[in-house]
Structures are given as structure tokens and as C-alpha cells.
């Protein structure tokens, strides 16, 4: 038994993530601006600057809902999400001591509420979150993520695409994860996520096919000249780079939704085929687990609609005693409707009498009805729906 204690504390300790702390002038982008005003413009518009747990309000309230369900504290379960959403936190883990002086009052002070609250990570996933990773270890097994899969470099150092930078405000390094293997990069966080209760809600990772497209080639863009640093280094000049966008725009955004499904159909007999084509690496919806493809499909009688009807493309997640509930606390799922990577999807619907053509519309919805209605979700963007395609059929 005590051999079996020391192992596992070994383990622990070799896999825990190591705090470096950031001194204060790396911590947040404003440092950056000066010398990097377009990137830290990109990112601001990006969703990694909402990554902290005060900026989107869907992640502020699954958190709430998990700790109210699992009955921990909040600032636990925020560490815990932090792993991904917010790895620069300066405490990495919460125990049963820390659970008994929140229900004791006693935690004001503690390390842990200090940690949360501290303004260095007001950000989330910021410069300072990519550019200082030192390692990606990924030989560690695939359940270590965020700041279990990486190393941080010292405080001041950043990594980069480039192997001949200079810079006067920072140690510059290259790295091939900033280069030709950016795609680990991503993989840190956007791999695999699991609920409280073990279960995979979404694989990433294992669901994507490597094509000649990187992730950064459609998150970032492609590599356009311009320069990386306005400063006037390059005798006088700025140094003339290939950059590209720290917009990482997904889901969230129509420029990248839009078309990004491939639709076509016709009429069987007395059905109607529809196909729906994914030519993305990676399914759609992905990423996180209760996105939503809605199809709409409306029976016209000259432009006249006499019948109508909706599909929806989602996930459902059951928690103990078969409740409905959040992929977070889920211990099962209903099957998985989203269009594969590389691949399709066929629907077939039935023709209506009467009807001289079919239109039929695919949206995309950030969180489908039933978890936005368990964690009450008021804000418009979730509700949302947005046209990925559409496509008429005249009928026989
Ligand atoms: C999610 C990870 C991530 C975050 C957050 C991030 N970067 Fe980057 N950054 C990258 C990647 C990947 C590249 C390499 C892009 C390429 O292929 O050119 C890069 C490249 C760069 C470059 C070199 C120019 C270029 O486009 O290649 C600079 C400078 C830079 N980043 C600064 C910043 C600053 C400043 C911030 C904060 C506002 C930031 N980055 C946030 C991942 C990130
Ligand atoms: C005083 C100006 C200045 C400030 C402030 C500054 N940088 Fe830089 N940075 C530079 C210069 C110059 C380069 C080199 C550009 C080149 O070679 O094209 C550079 C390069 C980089 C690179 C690319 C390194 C490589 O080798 O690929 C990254 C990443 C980076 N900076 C991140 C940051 C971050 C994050 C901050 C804020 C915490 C920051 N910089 C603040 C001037 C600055
Ligand atoms: C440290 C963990 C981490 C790393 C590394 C990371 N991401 Fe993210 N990413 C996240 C989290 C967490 C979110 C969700 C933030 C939110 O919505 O509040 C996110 C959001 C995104 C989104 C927006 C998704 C949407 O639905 O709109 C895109 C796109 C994205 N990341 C792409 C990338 C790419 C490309 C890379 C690699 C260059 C990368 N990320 C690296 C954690 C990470
Ligand atoms: C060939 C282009 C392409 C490549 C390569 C690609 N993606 Fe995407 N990705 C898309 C498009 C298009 C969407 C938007 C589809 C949607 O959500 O409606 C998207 C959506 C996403 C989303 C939001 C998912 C959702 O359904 O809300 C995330 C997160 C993401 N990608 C991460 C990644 C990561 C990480 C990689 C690399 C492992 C990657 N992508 C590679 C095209 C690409
Ligand atoms: C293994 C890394 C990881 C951990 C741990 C993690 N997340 Fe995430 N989370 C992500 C990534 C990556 C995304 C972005 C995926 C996407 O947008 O499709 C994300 C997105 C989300 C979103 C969707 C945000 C949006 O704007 O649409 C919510 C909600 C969320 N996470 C909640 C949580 C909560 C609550 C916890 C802790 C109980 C947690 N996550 C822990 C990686 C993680």
C-alpha cells in the first residue's frame, strides 16, 4: 500500500503543472501593444480573449451550474476549468482543506481566491499563454491537457515562428510548434474534454484527418507579408515578414460558417434526399458539445409555403437517473449527429402533396434549446441562428 502511495505521489508530481510566474511587464496585451498593435487587435476580437470566466457568459454559467450540482465551490471548479480556459493561474489544483474553509468562511484569504481573482489573468488564453510555452509533452497520456500538456519558458521569453528575431523588450526563441507542427499547438486544449463523470463529450483529436491544411492555415488565416513588430529595427524600417491573423475566428463568426458545409439534393420517388458535405478536417459542429445544425426545410406551391419542417443536428446529455443535462455533468449521450470530417451526412425527408418545390436552409446554433434553457442563457449569440447554406428543388 505505501509503495502504491509513493508511485502515485511520484506520478503527481512529475505530471503536476509548474507556476512560473509572469513578471508585470508580459503579463497582459496592453505591454504588447506598442510594438505589436495589429496582432493584439486580432486577438482581441478572437474567443481566446473571452476565455476568463467574466467574459463569456456561457462558460460563467456552466460553471456555476457544475458547482451547484456537484456541490463544490466555485473558485474549485474554476481552477479546474482553468487547466484550458485560463492556464496562467497561479494555483493549479484545490483540495478538501479548501472546501472545508469556504463552508467555514474562512477562505477570504486563501491562496486559491487570491489566484482567481488576480488581474494577471483577467485575459484567459493570451500572448503570454502560446508564446511561453517552452514544451509540449506529449508523451504524456492524452488526458493531460492545457497546462499538464506544457512547460513554461522564463518570464520574458517568447517563442516564436521566427528563428533570426531580435527584440529589445524580450528574449525571442524559435519553436517548430509556432512553425511547421502548429497543429500540437492547438491540440494542447482543442483535443479532448470529458465530464465530471468520465465521459468524452468531445474528441477533437482522434475525430480529425489530416489533410494539406493546417489549423492555423483557416483560424489564422494564410501567411500574408507585413511585419510582425512596427519597430524600426531593419535600419530604420520595419522588418518585412509572411504573418498572419491572430483573429482564430470559428464558430462564433459568420465569415467562417458561411459555406463552410457543402449542400445538395434530390427527389426519390416519394422522398426527398438530402445531402449535406463536410470538406473540413474536423466535424461540424465540433469542438464543444451542444453546437447545433438546424435544417429547415419549406414545401412552396408557387412561392407559396404549404408545409414545413425542422431537423436538428445535436447532442443531448443525461446526467444520474436520466435527467436531461449539460455535457459537463453528463454520464451519457445521445448519438452523434454532426457531419464527419471529410465526409456527409444523408437526410431524407417525404414530399408533400401539392408542393411544386423544396427550399431547404442549413443553420448553425451556437448551444442548442435544451442546455440553453437548463443554464438560462440570455444573451442573443446563443439563441442565435445562422445561415451556413441553401438550395432550391424544383419537383417533378
Ligand atoms: C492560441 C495561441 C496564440 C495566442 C493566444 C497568441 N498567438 Fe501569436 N502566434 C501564434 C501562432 C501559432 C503563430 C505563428 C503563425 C504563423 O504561422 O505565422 C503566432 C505568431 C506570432 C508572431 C509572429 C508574427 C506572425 O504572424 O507569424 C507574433 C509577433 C505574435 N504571434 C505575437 C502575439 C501577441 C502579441 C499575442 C497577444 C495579443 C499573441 N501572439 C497571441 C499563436 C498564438
Ligand atoms: C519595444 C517593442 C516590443 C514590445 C513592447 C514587444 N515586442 Fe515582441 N517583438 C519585437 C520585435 C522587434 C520583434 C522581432 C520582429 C521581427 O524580427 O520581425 C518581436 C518578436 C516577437 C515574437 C516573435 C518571436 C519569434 O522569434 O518568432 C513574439 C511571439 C513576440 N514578439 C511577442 C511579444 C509579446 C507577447 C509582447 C508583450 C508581452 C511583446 N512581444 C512586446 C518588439 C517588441
Ligand atoms: C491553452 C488552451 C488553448 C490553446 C493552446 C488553443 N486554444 Fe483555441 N480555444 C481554447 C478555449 C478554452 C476556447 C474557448 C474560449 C471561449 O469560448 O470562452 C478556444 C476557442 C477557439 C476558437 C473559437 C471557436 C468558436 O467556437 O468560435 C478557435 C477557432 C480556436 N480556439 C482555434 C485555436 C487554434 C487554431 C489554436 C492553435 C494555434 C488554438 N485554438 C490553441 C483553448 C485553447
Ligand atoms: C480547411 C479549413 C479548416 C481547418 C484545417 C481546421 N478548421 Fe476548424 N473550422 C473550420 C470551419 C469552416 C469552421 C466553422 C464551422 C462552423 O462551426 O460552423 C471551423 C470551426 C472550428 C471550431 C468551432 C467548432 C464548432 O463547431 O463550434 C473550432 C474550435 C475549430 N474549428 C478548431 C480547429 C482546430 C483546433 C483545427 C486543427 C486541429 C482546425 N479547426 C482545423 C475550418 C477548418
Ligand atoms: C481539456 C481542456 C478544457 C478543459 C479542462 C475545459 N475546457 Fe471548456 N473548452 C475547451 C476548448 C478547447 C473550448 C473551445 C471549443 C469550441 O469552441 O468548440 C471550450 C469551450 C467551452 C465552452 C463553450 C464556450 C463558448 O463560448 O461557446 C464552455 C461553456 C466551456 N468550455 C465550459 C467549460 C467548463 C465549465 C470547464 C470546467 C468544468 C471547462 N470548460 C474545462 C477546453 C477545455
Not at 465569415?255 to 458545409?261: G, P, V
Not at 442548442?368 to 446563443?382: F, G, P, Q, T, Y
Amino acid at each position: 500500500m505505501k509503495v502504491v502511495l509513493i508511485i502515485v505521489a511520484i506520478v503527481t508530481a512529475l505530471y503536476a503543472a509548474k507556476v512560473v510566474e509572469v513578471s508585470k511587464e508580459y503579463q497582459t496585451s496592453q505591454k504588447c501593444k506598442s510594438c505589436h498593435l495589429q496582432i493584439v487587435k486580432d486577438w482581441e476580437q478572437s474567443w481566446h480573449s473571452k476565455s476568463h470566466y467574466l467574459k463569456d457568459e456561457y462558460f460563467r454559467a456552466t460553471s456555476e451550474y457544475v458547482a451547484r450540482k456537484t456541490r463544490k465551490s466555485l473558485n474549485s471548479v474554476k481552477v479546474e476549468c482553468a487547466t484550458c480556459h485560463n492556464p496562467r493561474i497561479s494555483v493549479t489544483s484545490t483540495g478538501f482543506d479548501y472546501e472545508v474553509k469556504v463552508l467555514m468562511k474562512l477562505d477570504k484569504d486563501s491562496e486559491v481566491n487570491k489566484a482567481t481573482q488576480n488581474s494577471a489573468i483577467s485575459e484567459g488564453i493570451n500572448c503570454v499563454v502560446c508564446h511561453n510555452i517552452d514544451k509540449i509533452h506529449d508523451d504524456r497520456d492524452s488526458s493531460h491537457r492545457g497546462m499538464n500538456r506544457v512547460s513554461w519558458t522564463k518570464s520574458g521569453t517568447m517563442v516564436g515562428p521566427f528563428s533570426d528575431s531580435k527584440s529589445p523588450y524580450h528574449k525571442t526563441e524559435h519553436r517548430d510548434f509556432m512553425d511547421e507542427k502548429s497543429d500540437q499547438l492547438c491540440f494542447v486544449c482543442h483535443a479532448n474534454d470529458k465530464s465530471v463523470e468520465g465521459l468524452v463529450f468531445t474528441d477533437m483529436q482522434s475525430e480529425y484527418k489530416k489533410s494539406e491544411k493546417g489549423c492555423v492555415d483557416c483560424h489564422m488565416g494564410p501567411k500574408v507579408s507585413g511585419v510582425a513588430a512596427t519597430l524600426r529595427l531593419d535600419n530604420g524600417k520595419s522588418k518585412k515578414r509572411d504573418i498572419r491573423a491572430h483573429t482564430f475566428s470559428g464558430g462564433h463568426v459568420q465569415s467562417l460558417w458561411k459555406d463552410a458545409l457543402g449542400l445538395s439534393m434530390w427527389q426519390k420517388d416519394s422522398d426527398i434526399i438530402i445531402v449535406i458535405k463536410n470538406p473540413q478536417p474536423h466535424n461540424i459542429p465540433s469542438g464543444f458539445g451542444s453546437r447545433e445544425l438546424i435544417i429547415d426545410v419549406s414545401y412552396k406551391n408557387a412561392n407559396k409555403e404549404i408545409d414545413s419542417k425542422s431537423i436538428s443536428l445535436t447532442r443531448y446529455y443525461k446526467r444520474k437517473r436520466g435527467k436531461a443535462s449539460i455535457p459537463h455533468l453528463a454520464i451519457e449521450a445521445s448519438e452523434d449527429m454532426s457531419i464527419p470530417a471529410l465526409g456527409k451526412r444523408i437526410l431524407k425527408v417525404k414530399n408533400v402533396a401539392g408542393a411544386s418545390s423544396v427550399n431547404v436552409k442549413v443553420y448553425y446554433r451556437l448551444v442548442n434549446d435544451e442546455v440553453r434553457s437548463i443554464l438560462n442563457l440570455k444573451e442573443a449569440i446563443w439563441s442565435k441562428k445562422s445561415l451556413i447554406t441553401s438550395t432550391n428543388l424544383k419537383l417533378k
